[in-house]
């Protein structure tokens, strides 16, 4: 059971690239959500998911697209990297279902646009 | 919009006292409110969660309290050790849409 697994765990873009972070869970969480951690301003919420097939905004979506095609995973696309967009992000899993809610953090991922 | 706060932003206690830590929030309508522990350069480690209709929720030597109508949480680090030196979150969870909340964390030292 590995839990929420992300890759890579460091990354390097220059202005105007595109790349996909993954996020993977093996626990058959209904719920995925994607944050971004920043300096001073906490964690907020980008993109999330309570099912295959169903994504909605967070607080922050702009630059950023999602797809839920299936349960385990949740990919993050930044389409036109820009150095706003530098940031950790993490990628949490949670059950819908089971009456305890606890969110499951993967370990993050360390972006740097230049 | 759900604003949750956190403070102080960062302590430092010797080892062996208390430590509380306070998160408030302004919308009273929560499913449920989760501390959690985050090491520097790794991911959040989930500490306590407490239900809305919880007042408490107990485990080893942290205890956290909730006082939903004023909008409150205290967790609570018993006899506090080096290892317990880490950032805490409190996050709030929206009924409505899942949307998770978080406060900018209280970053703890504790000296040996």
């Known amino acids: 059971n590995a839990g929420v697994t992300q890759t890579p765990k460091f990354q390097v873009l220059k202005t105007g690239q595109s790349m996909t972070l993954q996020c993977a869970q093996d626990?058959?969480?209904?719920?995925m959500s994607w944050y971004r951690q920043d300096p001073g301003m906490g964690l907020r919420l980008i993109h999330y998911?309570?099912?295959?097939?169903?994504?909605d905004q967070g607080e922050v979506p702009n630059g950023y697209n999602v797809s839920r095609s299936t349960t385990e995973d949740f990919p993050l696309r930044l389409l036109s990297a820009a150095p706003s967009q530098t940031s950790v992000y993490f990628c949490a899993s949670s059950s819908l279902t089971s009456g305890t809610d606890t969110q499951y953090f993967g370990p993050g991922t360390r972006l740097t646009v230049l | 919009k759900q604003e949750v706060t956190q403070i102080p932003a960062a302590l430092s206690v010797p080892e062996g006292e208390n430590l509380v830590l306070n998160c408030s929030f302004t919308d009273s309508a929560i499913y449920n409110l989760q501390w959690f522990r985050q090491d520097p350069g790794k991911g959040l480690t989930s500490l306590l969660l407490?239900?809305?209709?919880?007042r408490e929720q107990t485990s080893g030597r942290l205890n956290a309290s909730l006082d939903k109508s004023s909008g409150r949480s205290t967790l609570y680090i018993a006899a506090s050790q080096p290892g317990d030196s880490a950032t805490y979150l409190c996050a709030v969870l929206d009924p409505n849409d899942y949307k998770l909340s978080f406060g900018a964390g209280t970053t703890v030292t504790v000296r040996a």
């Open positions: 407490i239900q809305s209709s919880q």
């Open positions: 626990m058959n969480h209904e719920y």
């Open positions: 998911s309570v099912g295959a097939g169903i994504t």
